[in-house]
């Protein structure tokens, strides 16, 4: 028998006496909180009499081990029925829960328990495109609602401005004022506060968090030798610090199904831990003694990331293995598992609705079970061990987690496996790297950054694979949602698993998935021919926002008219497109649907200038295209209405807007500031085109009224197709053409059907990014024709 075949212990012989605690322990939490504390009551009386019924009617046939099992099964149904449901119900009842319902102002006095995570809007209707408040929670030491003292206890959580609230540290004493809201999701979280101002009387937090912070603050300083993605994205990898990673990444990353690496999570314990192993174990030193050495260096990664839910969570599933390799015997992993999951839901019962803690337990569960399994499979039909481990660890993990995350988040990452087999060679030494650049740059700045230079090139290789992976089509599927979503994902996994167990079905099923790929697959990726050929306008599939590109009569030139709402949609389209000189960049207007992706355009291109009309609100979104501008030293030009703009094969004539108050009023919805939207009238190779922005009533009417020639070949449907459009403005344009810019499942009903049905009436054939993806328009012997991206023949209205 082969070393790889001794190393794995198989599912029956794993010690499964604490798999029950674990499960009893899980079920009540999630009951408790999901439907009340006496819920997890009835669980734990429930669990109870089925493990006395056990110890009294298998008292003779039951060995001491599961005797003992069983009596771990008591003792976790009293955890549940007792002082479990007893914190349910002091935090149903808490005092600030009826504050937060009726929103009342608060003052409080808390001890900050975990570092601020940043927090990104979505950006629309006025709201900063990538705006980051932060949020974290605190531990109530005094309560102040409504000028009444409401005694202490409790916890909260607490959003703030980035500015005013990132550096706190864990353990600071704070004061703050601000109003309560109801808490969002099932926790034990008493109310939400959402803060006002700075915070006051700040205490020091504990040496050891001021120290942790330290060599935060010098991995930051040190990565910025790095480019600016791999450098944001280098101390995530060691400290979960995505604090200066990109959208587009963060966004790329999440799509490629590698989102975890950018999250401290048992991957990174694992790699800081077995570097240490390794190293004993070169210098000859005993097992037990190296793991004992990797424990405390556990420790101080832990310390290092901060004492967050996820960390400590990781922490613990990390401890599993080397708890395992501690006391010398591979089974004892399960039960490590089963003890770990018990202590964390004791000492936080609100881990059991959390996805992390989910994913975490089903990961560590299929590193154990499955992967070592699956390994020496491979080996045995002659897959070298290093490679058959590369391929087992993440397929293993998917398996595990797929279900999780398709229940919960309603998507399967069908490129996850593959990406993240590409990315396993570099994780580690990208990891030990930074923790090591961690280590120095605080002490030797110059030796920090000579390590982060090391660690550079795999963080540029992981950004690759997470930009290539998001880009393949469809590369996150739907799903079913909820639990039926999660059970049918367990039921697809079994019989895909059990199917290659037989030869028979492995065929089968091999044909299943050829004929997958030849129905499903090949349409999207090779049937379509894009760009098509005389492209003179496409309409990006940039989600909830607008992106046009206007073509010159020059390949590779053309002006681009708004960015759409982040990063990294602008720019693959641009590049579908063979975009790599834009002489102007025109942004209708300034809301974050529709300049959130300007900085990409920079990304490969030569830019021209960008010009914005006469709005200058809101005044954050201002800032940010100045600052955009000036950091790559284009100008910033003013477009005001009777201006015209010439290349060749193109021309742009500023119709609108016609009127713009000198403060536009700051409705929640954003009118205002959409009537200050630019109107474009453009002549292209395939006709003219309307560019309307946002417009609503008010600017069409002013439209209207001024005279302005609105008739078009092709119509920028205004608004994302919204209901707030004049039908005869719509009818005036005489557009063949209709394009709406949309994100598919967008909350604002966009398109509207009134706005549809009333284009199609009048003659013009409605294309939607939504559910066409990118469009373009193309001349035709009798005019402007579309074409759909995706589909195997263009859409065309004589």
Not at 204 to 216: F, H, K, N, S, V
Not at 533 to 543: E, I, K, L, N, P
Not at 766 to 795: F, I, K, M, Y
Request: aromatic share 4%.
């Amino acid at each position: 028998m082969s070393r790889s075949e001794d190393a794995v212990v198989p599912p029956s012989e794993q010690d499964a006496r604490l798999v029950p605690s674990a499960v009893v322990l899980w079920l009540g939490a999630l009951l408790g909180l999901l439907c009340g504390w006496w819920t997890a009551i009835v669980c734990g009386g429930v669990a109870a009499v089925v493990a006395a019924a056990v110890l009294v009617c298998g008292r003779r046939a039951l060995s001491a081990r599961w005797k003992a099992g069983a009596v771990a099964l008591l003792v976790a149904a009293f955890v549940v029925a007792c002082p479990m449901a007893l914190r349910f119900g002091d935090a149903e009842h808490h005092p600030m829960r009826d504050a937060a319902a009726r929103s009342a102002g608060v003052a409080l006095r808390v001890t900050i328990a975990e570092r601020p995570r940043p927090v990104r809007s979505a950006g629309y209707a006025g709201q900063r495109a990538g705006a980051r408040s932060v949020v974290f929670a605190a531990d109530v030491d005094q309560a102040i609602v409504d000028g009444r003292d409401s005694g202490s206890g409790g916890r909260v959580v607490v959003i703030g401005s980035f500015d005013s609230w990132a550096a706190l540290l864990p353990g600071q004493e704070v004061t703050l004022t601000g109003s309560l809201a109801p808490p969002r999701g099932h926790d034990l979280t008493v109310a939400a506060v959402l803060v006002r101002g700075p915070p006051a009387e700040a205490g020091q937090a504990p040496w050891w968090q001021r120290g942790a912070e330290t060599l935060r603050a010098g991995l930051r300083k040190a990565c910025a030798v790095l480019d600016e993605e791999p450098a944001g994205l280098v101390p995530g990898l060691v400290t979960g610090d995505t604090a200066g990673l990109p959208e587009r990444v963060r966004t790329e990353f999440t799509d490629a199904g590698m989102s975890h690496l950018t999250a401290v999570s048992g991957s990174n314990l694992a790699i800081a831990c077995g570097a240490v192993l390794i190293l004993l174990r070169m210098c000859r030193l005993g097992p037990r003694f190296s793991a004992i050495a990797a424990g405390f260096a556990l420790a101080g990664f832990v310390l290092l990331a901060g004492p967050e839910p996820s960390v400590l969570r990781a922490g613990a599933m990390g401890a599993v293995g080397l708890l395992a390799l501690a006391l010398g015997r591979k089974r004892s992993a399960l039960p490590a598992l089963a003890t770990t999951v018990c202590v964390l839901i004791t000492a936080d019962p609100a881990m059991a609705v959390d996805l992390g803690f989910a994913l975490s337990v089903a990961a560590t569960a299929g590193l154990v079970l499955l992967a070592p399994r699956w390994s020496a499979a491979l080996v045995r039909r002659g897959v070298p061990p290093g490679f058959a481990d590369g391929i087992a660890v993440p397929l293993a993990a998917f398996v595990v987690t797929a279900p999780v995350l398709a229940g919960m988040v309603g998507t399967v990452s069908a490129v996850s496996v593959l990406a993240n087999v590409l990315a396993a060679p570099v994780v580690a030494p990208a990891t030990v790297f930074g923790v090591l650049a961690t280590l120095v740059a605080a002490v030797w700045p110059w030796g920090g950054e000579a390590l982060v230079r090391l660690a550079g090139p795999e963080a540029d290789w992981l950004i690759t694979v997470a930009r290539h992976g998001a880009a393949v089509p469809d590369a996150m599927v739907p799903w079913p949602s909820g639990w039926w979503g999660g059970l049918l994902a367990v039921v697809v996994l079994v019989t895909i698993v059990l199917a290659f167990r037989r030869r028979g079905l492995r065929l089968l099923l091999a044909v299943a998935l050829a004929c997958v790929l030849l129905v499903v697959v090949t349409p999207r990726v090779v049937a379509p021919a894009w760009p098509p050929t005389g492209w003179a306008m496409a309409a990006c599939d940039v989600g909830q926002g607008d992106a046009v590109v206007l073509g010159t009569a020059e390949p590779g030139r053309a002006v681009v008219v708004d960015t759409g709402p982040e990063p990294g949609p602008v720019d693959r389209c641009l590049d579908a497109l063979g975009v790599d000189r834009v002489p102007l960049v025109v942004l209708s207007h300034l809301h974050a649907d529709h300049i959130g992706g300007l900085a990409s355009v920079f990304e490969g291109r030569s830019v021209g200038a960008v010009a914005i009309g006469p709005g200058r609100s809101p005044p954050w979104a201002w800032r940010q295209v100045a600052e955009t501008a000036a950091k790559h030293g284009v100008p910033l030009l003013d477009l005001a209405t009777g201006q015209r703009l010439d290349w060749p094969g193109l021309t742009l004539d500023v119709i609108g807007p016609r009127f713009v108050p000198a403060r536009p009023r700051a409705e929640p919805d954003g009118t205002g500031i959409n009537n200050t939207s630019l109107v474009v009238r453009a002549a292209t190779a395939a006709g003219t085109v309307l560019l309307t922005g946002d417009v609503e009533v008010a600017a069409q009417g002013d439209l209207l009224a001024g005279g302005a020639d609105l008739h078009a070949d092709v119509l920028k449907v205004p608004h994302h197709g919204s209901r707030y459009s004049i039908p005869r403005f719509l009818a005036e344009t005489g557009a063949r053409v209709a394009m709406v810019s949309v994100g598919a499942g967008n909350t604002y009903g966009h398109p509207n059907k009134s706005t549809v049905d009333e284009l199609t009436a009048m003659g013009a054939l409605v294309g939607r990014t939504d559910t066409d993806g990118d469009l373009a328009v193309v001349a035709d012997r009798a005019g402007p024709a579309l074409v759909r991206r995706g589909q195997e023949t263009s859409g065309r209205r004589r």
